[in-house]
């Protein structure tokens, strides 16, 4: 079935050092494509997003790349924080459907 | 701005009982959708409402529903529990109906189910 997911469940980063998290996807259809921040006892939260016409969008410390040729997607988060330790989702949209499909999530915890 | 609540935030329910969640979004939006959370499944949607009417709606039984009031508070319903929907259930409003409140969308903390 075609579905979005993420290469490791887990992540283990040192404060300071750079995160990457892969995602992957199946669907060459989908066009937009977002990635969401979930602490513990939270709702995801909108990090960023980025559309199919576009291979880099950068944030505020993050940033997203997108490479269609292989279906990946990468999110990079600069300088982890304590406060980044959560579990991270890549979410997919194709053209004309109203719902997003999720990834598995990747759980990232950052080490002092 | 107060952002998406969800009541209660934690619940448990035995085998065949109903339960009703409710959300209340963020002021001013008019579109509520609902998702299914499991660590198997991962993030599933159920349904989302806009303006009291139920617009999309995702692959789930009959047994779950939903509405939404005047004031755009939405509640869901499941009927005839199971175990397999125990759960966090997440809803997330939006000022915007459809593939365009994917970009707007606001998610509240959540109601954890337990079914025993």
């Known amino acids: 079935g075609e579905s979005v997911g993420l290469h490791l469940p887990t992540l283990s980063v040192q404060e300071g050092d750079n995160s990457i998290i892969n995602c992957a996807y199946s669907n060459s259809a989908s066009d937009y494509f977002i990635w969401y921040k979930q602490e513990s006892g939270k709702g995801p939260q909108f990090i960023i997003d980025?559309?199919?016409?576009?291979d880099k969008r950068q944030g505020q410390r993050v940033t997203v790349l997108l490479n269609k040729t292989v279906k990946h997607l990468s999110l990079q988060i600069a300088a982890t924080q304590p406060g980044d330790s959560a579990v991270y989702f890549c979410?997919?949209?194709?053209?004309?459907?109203?719902?997003?499909?999720f990834g598995a999530g990747t759980t990232v915890t950052v080490r002092a | 701005k107060a952002g998406v609540t969800q009541t209660p935030r934690y619940l448990i329910k035995t085998r065949g009982q109903q339960v009703t969640l409710s959300c209340s979004p963020i002021s001013g939006h008019r579109s509520v959708s609902w998702y299914q959370q499991t660590p198997g499944q991962g993030l599933q949607f159920l349904f989302e409402y806009f303006s009291e009417t139920q617009r999309n709606k995702g692959n789930f039984p009959g047994r779950f529903s939903g509405r939404q009031f005047s004031n755009s508070r939405s509640e869901m319903n499941v009927s005839t529990l199971e175990l397999g929907d125990s759960a966090l259930y997440l809803c997330?409003?939006?000022?915007?109906?459809?593939?365009?409140?994917?970009?707007?969308?606001?998610f509240g903390p959540g109601t954890r189910l337990l079914v025993l």
């Open positions: 997330a409003s939006s000022p915007v109906s459809g593939r365009a409140r994917q970009e707007t969308q606001y």
């Open positions: 980025i559309r199919s016409n576009m």
């Open positions: 979410a997919e949209n194709k053209p004309n459907d109203y719902k997003l499909s």
